[in-house]
């Protein structure tokens, strides 16, 4: 605040109480909203366990492990889309991080003058922008025609390897992962790149200073400090690795088997849902609430291993 | 002089009552709408009116296989009575049948005839409701495989494919029936329908009648021993396009729009049909039907009848709560159901009933009733 003349002190202390009024204001409803979104959660987690909860009573635990999928005969079990769930996530994660990082790397160096740095940044970003939709449609019209050879060369070469013993037919696993690894890349690149920004540059200047090589500040000093963010970014491409529905839908294949072949087709929680949730009633519908109650456990175990993973590290350094 | 940093705070307390404001707004906007359920009436958009040219709005929801015939009747009858407007949401039979029970519609449609446990959670205060067929279809193999044109697929044949049984194109129990059909040695790859739907009911039930050794049942959704789900019915016209050596069911429509190749099907009878509207229309002439018009006819016997058929259900309500809605709906059934009605479900490749059905709606449309004045 600039006090410019003298005879304001007093509309200087009315403009103070209006303005701690304010304050309080502010803090009231930014809180309210910090609390409002915090039982939102809460909400929806009660509502989906109280009508998740007849098949819980009536499947238990065995719920996970057991792959049936029957409406006809009302048994369920869940074991596919599970396992479906953690594979396609995790082989989007194995393409994604080591590319959305070193892409945020790249950029986040002074390897490129900012002219052609700037637009780059922002094609990355506007990937995030497209609807997962027009992903699956690009999955079954380009890209599966594109793997599928590729798919067979592998099953041909190497498929006495369990995670290629299936023939590829178009749809799979793999396929699904592949996409997933293309949606969550801008999430990783971008939030990397912040978080690599954000590194004080007297940090960079003091490993330069002690004779690092460019090499051993990136490695040694950069990622570490910036480790933290990166973790946040990951997780939260993991997250939308997971909940992704339409797209893995459109390219997964839909089958109800946990196969250990990436080239067999497979499902996820995501998909069980969206294919199956419009048509459903009674005990099929608590089974799929089940199933998301499921996917809601392993988002919360994921997060929690990432912030255990923080505090290690945040430890040793 | 108020400086910047105050009239930021000012600019995001205004902001954020504002969104209070609209959230509160939005809360009570659902109270509201939602009260009209609990007392006990179909969601009624315009006031009761006497049926002299007022407007009557009609909205419904359910299957989506007869939605684009639907469609064409409402926009069609609207055209001829511009004072009558329907309304049609295609979400899917359960959720239909899900609307209907909660009377958040005028009428419900279904793919799937109502099971005893809806019946059951029917309003009482809304009599009985009425079930009637409005069309039906057939359920057609689409199949992708260079060079060979007019497939045909004896009951073994298909049997084999979809339980997983017949693993290649030039299986024995195939090449049997195609002599003139150079048949490859390549896999088949099955596809089928991944989300709950109607199309999958009548086929899994004609499967369930025509293969011994079929163990999955039927239903919306069934455990499906072999293949690749797709999801609707472009997912799995996409996906027998896209790969080769591929077969899926679909509905005759669908296929005829997009231009599959369709096999030729062996009936009950031993003869090889070709799917068409008029031969799928030959499954249900003759047949005795049921009070509640649920006709299934999962096997024709008739000789010269395609095999995989179904029929579309309208749901409507045994009483409505006024007089011009209640007459609105039963003339626009008339209509669709007339020749002027049917030549667009022949057009779209959907069956028009045969006269002894149609008889038998009409006569029981007249058993709505209109709710006595409160």
Same mark, same amino acid.
């Given at each position: 605040?600039?006090?410019?003349?003298?005879?304001?002190?007093?509309?200087?202390?009315?403009?103070?109480?209006?303005?701690?009024w304010?304050?309080?204001?502010?803090?009231?409803?930014?809180?309210?909203?910090?609390?409002?979104?915090?039982?939102?959660l809460?909400?929806?987690?009660?509502?989906?366990?109280?009508?998740?909860?007849?098949?819980?009573?009536k499947?238990?635990?065995?719920?996970?492990?057991?792959?049936?999928?029957?409406?006809?005969?009302?048994?369920?079990?869940?074991w596919?889309?599970?396992?479906?769930?953690?594979?396609?996530?995790f082989?989007?994660?194995?393409?994604?991080?080591?590319?959305?990082?070193?892409?945020?790397?790249?950029?986040?160096?002074?390897?490129?003058?900012?002219?052609?740095?700037?637009?780059?940044?922002?094609?990355?970003?506007?990937?995030?922008?497209?609807?997962?939709?027009?992903?699956?449609?690009?999955?079954?019209?380009?890209?599966?025609?594109?793997?599928?050879?590729?798919?067979?060369?592998?099953?041909?070469t190497?498929?006495?390897?369990?995670?290629?013993?299936?023939?590829?037919?178009?749809?799979?696993?793999?396929?699904a992962?592949?996409?997933?690894?293309?949606?969550?890349?801008p999430?990783?690149?971008?939030i990397?790149?912040?978080?690599?920004?954000?590194?004080?540059?007297?940090?960079?200047?003091?490993?330069?200073?002690?004779?690092?090589?460019?090499?051993?500040?990136?490695?040694?000093v950069?990622?570490?400090?910036?480790?933290s963010?990166?973790?946040?970014?990951?997780?939260?491409?993991?997250?939308?690795?997971?909940?992704?529905?339409?797209?893995?839908?459109?390219?997964i294949?839909?089958?109800?088997?946990?196969?250990?072949?990436?080239?067999?087709?497979?499902?996820?929680?995501?998909?069980?849902?969206?294919?199956?949730?419009?048509?459903?009633?009674?005990?099929?519908?608590?089974s799929?609430?089940?199933?998301?109650?499921i996917?809601?456990?392993?988002?919360?175990?994921?997060?929690?291993?990432?912030?255990?993973?923080?505090?290690?590290?945040?430890?040793?350094? | 002089?108020?400086?910047?940093?105050?009239?930021?705070?000012?600019?995001?307390?205004?902001?954020?009552?504002?969104?209070?404001?609209?959230?509160?707004?939005?809360?009570?906007?659902?109270?509201?709408?939602?009260?009209?359920?609990?007392?006990?009436?179909?969601?009624?958009e315009?006031?009761?009116?006497?049926?002299?040219?007022?407007?009557?709005?009609?909205?419904g929801?359910?299957?989506?296989?007869?939605?684009?015939?639907?469609?064409?009747?409402?926009s069609?009858?609207?055209?001829?009575?511009?004072?009558?407007?329907?309304?049609?949401?295609?979400?899917?039979?359960?959720?239909?049948?899900k609307?209907?029970?909660?009377?958040?519609?005028?009428?419900?449609?279904?793919?799937?005839?109502?099971?005893?446990?809806?019946?059951?959670?029917?309003?009482?205060?809304?009599?009985?409701?009425?079930?009637?067929?409005?069309?039906?279809?057939?359920?057609?193999?689409?199949?992708?495989?260079?060079?060979?044109?007019?497939?045909?697929?004896?009951?073994?044949?298909?049997?084999?494919?979809?339980? %997983?049984?017949?693993?290649t194109?030039?299986?024995?129990?195939? !090449? &049997?029936?195609?002599? =003139? #059909?150079? $048949?490859?040695? *390549?896999?088949?790859?099955?596809?089928?329908?991944?989300?709950?739907?109607?199309?999958?009911?009548?086929?899994?039930?004609?499967?369930?009648?025509?293969?011994?050794?079929?163990?999955?049942?039927?239903?919306?959704?069934?455990?499906?021993?072999?293949?690749?789900?797709?999801?609707?019915n472009?997912?799995?016209?996409?996906?027998?396009?896209?790969?080769?050596?591929?077969?899926?069911?679909?509905?005759?429509?669908?296929?005829?729009?997009?231009?599959?190749?369709?096999?030729?099907?062996?009936?009950k009878? %031993?003869?090889?049909?070709?799917?068409?509207?008029?031969a799928? !229309? &030959?499954a249900?002439a =003759? #047949?005795? $039907?049921p009070? *509640?018009?649920?006709?299934?006819?999962?096997?024709?016997?008739?000789?010269d009848?395609?095999?995989?058929?179904?029929l579309?259900?309208?749901?409507?309500?045994?009483?409505?709560?006024?007089?011009?809605?209640?007459?609105?709906?039963?003339?626009?059934?008339?209509?669709?159901?007339?020749?002027?009605?049917?030549?667009?479900?022949?057009?779209?490749?959907?069956l028009?009933?045969?006269?002894?059905?149609?008889?038998?709606?009409?006569?029981e449309?007249?058993?709505?009733?209109?709710?006595?004045?409160?």
């Amino acid at each position: 605040m600039v006090p410019s003349t003298n005879d304001s002190q007093s509309m200087n202390w009315h403009r103070s109480e209006a303005s701690r009024w304010l304050d309080k204001g502010f803090i009231g409803v930014t809180g309210f909203f910090g609390i409002a979104v915090a039982l939102v959660l809460l909400a929806i987690a009660l509502r989906v366990s109280i009508d998740a909860f007849p098949a819980i009573q009536k499947f238990g635990l065995g719920f996970i492990t057991t792959s049936r999928w029957n409406p006809v005969e009302n048994l369920y079990g869940a074991w596919p889309q599970v396992y479906g769930t953690i594979v396609t996530s995790f082989i989007a994660l194995l393409i994604a991080v080591p590319i959305g990082v070193g892409v945020a790397l790249f950029l986040s160096e002074d390897f490129l003058s900012p002219r052609i740095q700037r637009p780059i940044v922002f094609l990355v970003e506007l990937l995030a922008a497209i609807p997962s939709v027009v992903f699956g449609l690009w999955g079954i019209f380009v890209l599966i025609p594109l793997l599928t050879p590729i798919g067979k060369w592998f099953h041909e070469t190497l498929g006495w390897i369990p995670l290629f013993n299936t023939v590829p037919v178009g749809p799979g696993i793999y396929v699904a992962g592949l996409v997933l690894s293309i949606m969550i890349l801008p999430i990783i690149a971008a939030i990397s790149r912040d978080a690599l920004v954000a590194v004080p540059l007297e940090l960079r200047q003091a490993a330069y200073g002690l004779g690092a090589t460019r090499w051993e500040t990136i490695f040694q000093v950069i990622l570490p400090a910036a480790f933290s963010g990166i973790v946040g970014g990951v997780m939260l491409a993991l997250g939308r690795a997971m909940g992704e529905t339409m797209a893995v839908t459109m390219v997964i294949g839909n089958a109800n088997v946990a196969s250990p072949s990436i080239l067999a087709q497979g499902s996820t929680v995501s998909s069980l849902l969206a294919n199956q949730f419009a048509e459903a009633s009674g005990l099929q519908i608590s089974s799929l609430m089940y199933a998301a109650l499921i996917l809601f456990g392993l988002t919360l175990i994921v997060n929690i291993l990432a912030e255990l993973l923080v505090r290690s590290v945040r430890l040793k350094l | 002089m108020i400086s910047s940093p105050n009239s930021l705070r000012w600019a995001c307390l205004t902001s954020a009552m504002v969104l209070v404001v609209g959230l509160g707004s939005c809360g009570s906007q659902t109270t509201t709408s939602s009260s009209p359920d609990a007392s006990g009436s179909p969601a009624t958009e315009t006031t009761a009116k006497p049926a002299g040219g007022a407007d009557i709005s009609i909205s419904g929801a359910g299957a989506s296989f007869p939605a684009p015939l639907y469609q064409t009747w409402f926009s069609e009858y609207n055209k001829k009575f511009p004072n009558v407007k329907i309304s049609y949401q295609s979400v899917g039979s359960g959720a239909g049948v899900k609307q209907f029970l909660a009377k958040t519609v005028d009428f419900g449609a279904t793919d799937a005839p109502l099971k005893d446990e809806d019946r059951a959670k029917y309003p009482k205060e809304l009599g009985v409701p009425v079930q009637i067929p409005m069309t039906g279809g057939a359920v057609v193999f689409a199949y992708n495989l260079e060079g060979a044109e007019g497939l045909k697929l004896s009951r073994e044949s298909y049997c084999g494919i979809v339980d %997983g049984s017949i693993k290649t194109w030039n299986d024995a129990k195939i !090449a &049997k029936d195609n002599s =003139g #059909v150079k $048949l490859p040695a *390549d896999p088949i790859t099955f596809i089928h329908r991944s989300d709950g739907s109607g199309t999958t009911f009548i086929f899994t039930t004609h499967i369930k009648a025509a293969c011994p050794n079929w163990k999955a049942g039927s239903g919306k959704s069934v455990e499906w021993p072999t293949g690749v789900g797709a999801k609707g019915n472009e997912g799995v016209t996409a996906q027998v396009q896209q790969t080769k050596g591929s077969i899926g069911y679909t509905e005759l429509s669908y296929a005829k729009e997009n231009g599959l190749k369709m096999a030729t099907l062996q009936n009950k009878a %031993g003869t090889f049909i070709a799917p068409s509207t008029e031969a799928s !229309a &030959k499954a249900f002439a =003759g #047949v005795e $039907l049921p009070k *509640d018009f649920a006709l299934s006819v999962p096997d024709p016997e008739a000789k010269d009848a395609y095999p995989i058929n179904g029929l579309t259900w309208l749901l409507l309500y045994g009483q409505y709560p006024d007089q011009a809605k209640a007459d609105a709906m039963k003339a626009f059934v008339k209509w669709a159901l007339s020749d002027e009605g049917e030549k667009f479900a022949a057009d779209l490749g959907y069956l028009p009933l045969p006269k002894e059905i149609t008889t038998r709606v009409l006569a029981e449309l007249d058993t709505i009733k209109v709710a006595a004045a409160k």
